[in-house]
């Protein structure tokens, strides 16, 4: 299959692909080569995205090429290689294929589009459980989880941790320990919420722990759910995004395909009128790793209904 051996040729430039690195852009250069096989034009923007066009190019598709230090296979160059496999199966669509830049930093090219689509469409692995565990190979997604980022500080004070009685201690962790517990209790249906990472002060194993820090990482596709997890947990909220509704153009070509919310962030939060198809992940749904899988038969299916509904827009 001709998608699965083009993802194997970008993993052997280097698993880590970072934006606008030499590895990133020799995965843009590859996939140049294969727009140009495709009969699409290439150009490029400001911001480095690599187009590959032709006619007048009012649908979007693809995704992004560069990747995290433990990356996988297919996170965002599944989506581009797709794109071209789609637009080579119709020659005569007016249409650009997109990687943008940098998406796993930011994103940084997806945000600086200088014109913009009146469609785009995202295929992606779902970097999560939800598919295989519903037994189906494609899921149309509803919506990009708003997503709050922060942290709550905890004052205690430094004691000696073999003179200080546990009734005279102010103990700083064990308060952020009780906190991470009440943020699981917080995230219900709807919801996810986080404590990905503690700061402790000094950090010393005999010192009772004077200050902590922990980071809060809360989401939603609902945003009163969001605005109402964030006020429950109580935390310093830093950076904040809403909620962003996806279109409907894979909805039409799988009416009886799953929905699902995506928690994670993607390019198509940031280009209009965009549509976004997840495709099955396998190995218990582990991405940012290099057991990150899509079967043959999944992708198959997903560059077949990328075509379907690019037919249908690029007509
Ligand atoms: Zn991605």
């Not at 140049?32 to 995205?49: I, Y």
């Not at 590959?52 to 090429?65: F, N, Q």
């Not at 404590?195 to 980071?215: C, F, L, M």
């Not at 070509?253 to 549509?275: C, E, I, K, Q």
Request: glycine content about 8%.
């Amino acid at each position: 299959m001709r998608v699965l051996k083009r993802l194997d040729e970008i993993y052997a430039i280097a698993q880590y692909r970072a934006g606008y690195s030499p590895e990133e852009d020799a995965a843009h250069e590859l996939a140049a080569g294969w727009m140009r096989d495709a009969g699409l034009e290439v150009s490029r923007d400001a911001a480095g995205n690599l187009f590959g066009t032709r006619g007048d190019a009012r649908v979007w598709v693809g995704s992004h090429l560069d990747s995290v230090p433990t990356g996988g296979k297919f996170d965002g160059a599944l989506g581009v290689v797709a794109a071209i496999e789609a637009a080579s199966r119709l020659p005569d669509a007016p249409l650009a294929v997109v990687a943008f830049r940098a998406e796993e930093a930011g994103p940084m090219g997806s945000k600086k589009i200088e014109s913009l689509p009146e469609a785009y469409l995202e295929l992606h692995i779902e970097q999560g459980p939800v598919l295989a565990n519903l037994g189906e190979p494609l899921g149309v997604v509803t919506a990009i989880a708003g997503h709050a980022r922060g942290q709550k500080v905890f004052e205690g004070r430094a004691d000696h941790a073999g003179t200080t009685p546990m009734d005279a201690r102010a103990d700083a962790l064990v308060e952020a320990a009780q906190f991470i517990l009440h943020v699981r209790k917080c995230a219900r249906e709807g919801t996810v919420a986080t404590v990905g990472a503690i700061y402790a002060e000094p950090n010393a194993t005999n010192v009772v722990p004077a200050q902590v820090t922990v980071s809060v990482d809360a989401r939603s596709a609902d945003a009163k759910l969001l605005d109402a997890l964030i006020t429950e947990i109580g935390f310093d909220v830093q950076w904040k995004s809403d909620p962003v509704p996806m279109g409907d153009a894979f909805a039409s070509v799988l009416p009886d395909a799953p929905r699902l919310v995506s928690g994670a962030g993607h390019d198509a939060m940031f280009v209009p009128n965009s549509s976004m198809l997840f495709v099955r992940s396998l190995n218990g749904g582990v991405s940012h790793h290099p057991d990150e899988l899509s079967s043959a038969e999944d992708i198959a299916l997903a560059v077949d209904a990328l075509t379907a509904a690019l037919a249908r827009l690029a007509s």
